[in-house]
């Protein structure tokens, strides 16, 4: 069967993302490009006979390998030569855009232009004419509105044409002024005329001292570039020159399809950023809309977690009465009762908190709401030595820390990156959030529970904040990093765009739920349930507890406490299911095992305990993803060891403190 390989390319918030997401739905893969922490999106689908591998690369504006994503977006295409390149403009920005585009001619003439975004270059007063771009360019033009899906079946439908053609188009030339045109063939007469890269691209490599290439010119363009240093052509002037070449050009093509309203008065955008950006209500709008996130993540999420544990329970109920008929043994009625069920039910409950999460996170990301909070949120970032893209990471915590470290990928410093991700898992997660809300319940009923989650929460940002200076000054010495980030125009979200990204969140949180889960569950009953015929202290689970009460009793934690703290490294999800289990709690709701904690601890020591828990080491799957994206087991060994540290010297305060106070 016949493959075709299409790769998307474009600015970041051109629009790619809502192409790819249309054309693949839940056909995807998501990874890292190999030895880049850059992720890497991939669909499959077929067009009748013919099998269409759509490559989503990397948002950039440019090819020039300064960051990760330009370089895997060039190396993409220079190594995998895909047999279309789709080109996404962005039309209210179509001058910034076509740089890229020229760039893209240098490795490529396959390629197709998806114009996109034309209903808001036209409300931005930019009229643009397709056919003329078109013409100008050689290439074939398709106009497209994402958010609405028009014109991407027929984008597509160009793509597959134009890699059936028996010759690419030529599309128009770049043309670099008469000096820095003699330089370029220059050095490519000193180069082979059949080569690993396009010979006048690799030539203008040269001239820019492009490190990223990893190859060596040969002598005589040293030679030459050598000559020309002397002269006051050195790099970085060679470099700003073909820059300043491409906007000139372009700026000569644009007037032949691109007409502008002067006239035009304010667009969508324009007004609301007048209320969203204002240093007056943009903070109380940004706090108004995260507390908006998290009411209906938490609370308004309730009781459909309520009806998910019932309903376990109820299907744990009939299994375990089918099994009695059957005549099973009791070890097994209660490994699908206290094992599978009371673990992984207690679980399920967090399924509609987290999905809602996800939810609300793609509509203000699809939105574009997300980088104004960036922005608004950069003071406070810069005022901990970080860089404003770091807020995108924290607020992607409050769902899973997996993705909020992933999140990091946006920070050009190596080391604004690596602060971020080691203060990452002190964000407390919707599972950790779950369990503490539980917890919280149970001891401190009424308005008194509101009180504690936010005195929690401000605890976390506090320790933050502490962690930031103590990393900044002490740990890793970075110099504050400027904040320069596009505000994309704002979208109207679409269905598509909003719950397939939180349909993939988690659905893969369901799936750690039947992997981590179930296996720590089954574990955590076995543990508990053998020997046969002793006290709960006396089984395996009991003994591995006793030997950690060493370190819990500084606190007032007894056994159970420790076994659920040191079962929850396996994934947090796991805590209620394991203190269920320990406390002979069948499978039933969340707040039913946190009740059977009150009898073993006072309320001091159970905001002790929620102090510990909410900054404890993370779960096993954070650690995983630290160490890919930071790279260094020594760098995510320390985040593991300072997580545990602070968390058991933060909760032995707290108490200290409370006795004090005569709690």
């Known amino acids: 069967m016949e493959s075709l390989k299409i790769a998307l390319v474009g600015n970041p918030n051109v629009g790619k993302s809502t192409v790819f997401n249309y054309l693949t739905g839940l056909n995807q893969q998501v990874g890292n490009w190999t030895g880049k922490t850059v992720e890497r999106k991939a669909g499959y689908f077929k067009v009748k006979d013919q099998t269409v591998e759509l490559v989503d690369l990397p948002g950039t504006y440019s090819l020039t390998a ?107 030339v770049m043309k670099y002024p008469e000096e820095l045109e003699a330089k370029i063939k220059a050095i490519e007469a000193e180069l082979p005329e059949s080569g690993e890269f396009p010979r006048r691209w690799l030539a203008l490599k040269f001239m820019e001292d492009d490190q990223a290439l990893k190859k060596t010119p040969p002598e005589s363009v040293r030679k030459l570039l050598t000559e020309w240093n002397i002269s006051g052509w050195n790099e970085a002037k060679l470099e700003m020159a073909i820059t300043d070449a491409k906007y000139q050009f372009i700026g000569s093509l644009m007037p032949d399809f691109v007409r502008y309203n002067q006239d035009k008065g304010e667009n969508w955008t324009q007004r609301l950023d007048r209320w969203a950006l204002s240093p007056i209500w943009g903070y109380p709008i940004l706090l108004a809309i995260l507390v908006i996130v998290f009411w209906f993540s938490f609370v308004a999420s309730a009781p459909f977690g309520d009806l998910i544990s019932r309903f376990m329970g109820w299907v744990a109920g009939a299994l375990v009465a089918l099994l009695q008929m059957v005549g099973a043994p009791q070890s097994l009625q209660s490994l699908i009762r206290d094992g599978i069920f009371a673990g992984v039910g207690a679980v399920f409950a967090f399924v509609p908190q987290i999905g809602m999460f996800f939810i609300f996170y793609s509509i203000l990301q699809d939105s574009g709401y997300l980088a104004r909070a960036a922005f608004l949120g950069d003071r406070f970032m810069q005022a901990m030595g970080l860089h404003g893209k770091s807020f995108f990471s924290f607020v992607s915590s409050y769902g899973c820390n997996v993705p909020g470290i992933m999140a990091t990928r946006t920070l050009e410093n190596p080391k604004d990156r690596l602060i971020t991700i080691l203060l990452n898992p002190l964000i407390p997660c919707v599972p950790r959030l779950g369990v503490m809300s539980a917890v919280v319940a149970a001891f401190f009923p009424g308005g008194r529970g509101a009180l504690v989650m936010v005195s929690l929460l401000g605890l976390s940002l506090l320790l933050i904040i502490f962690s930031s200076f103590l990393f900044r000054k002490t740990v890793i010495q970075i110099e504050k990093s400027a904040f320069v980030m596009e505000l994309p125009l704002y979208h109207r979200p679409t269905i598509r765009n909003v719950l397939l990204p939180a349909w993939q969140k988690t659905f893969n949180f369901m799936k750690r739920a039947w992997t981590f889960i179930l296996v720590a569950s089954i574990i955590i009953w076995f543990l508990s349930s053998f020997p046969t015929g002793v006290s709960m202290e006396q089984t395996w689970a009991g003994k591995l507890g006793s030997a950690l009460a060493v370190i819990g009793s500084p606190l007032g934690f007894d056994w159970r406490i420790m076994v659920a703290i040191l079962f929850g490294f396996t994934a947090k999800e796991t805590t ?26 006072t309320p001091l020591v159970a905001f002790t305990f929620l102090v510990v828990y909410m900054i404890y080491i993370p779960c096993l799957a954070t650690v995983v993803t630290m160490h890919k994206e930071i790279g260094s087991l020594r760098w995510t060994g320390f985040g593991v060891v300072y997580n545990l540290l602070l968390s058991f010297g933060a909760g032995w305060l707290v108490l200290q403190l409370g006795h004090v106070l005569g709690f």
């Open 576 to 601: 209620l299911s394991t203190l269920g289990i320990l406390y002979g709690v069948t499978a039933d709701s969340p707040q039913s095992i946190a009740q059977a904690m009150t009898g073993a601890m």
């Open 66 to 172: 300064y960051s990760q994503e330009e370089i895997v977006t060039r190396e993409y295409i220079l190594n995998e030569k895909p047999d279309v390149v789709v080109a996404m403009l962005d039309a209210s920005n179509i001058e910034r855009n076509l740089y890229l585009l020229l760039q893209i001619l240098e490795l490529t003439t396959n390629v197709v232009i998806g114009l996109n975004m034309m209903d808001l270059a036209v409300t931005s007063g930019i009229t643009i004419s397709a056919p003329k771009l078109s013409q100008t360019l050689n290439l074939p033009v398709i106009e497209v509105i994402a958010t609405k899906g028009k014109g991407i079946k027929e984008l597509l439908q160009e793509a597959i044409n134009l890699s059936h053609l028996p010759e690419a188009p030529q599309p128009v």
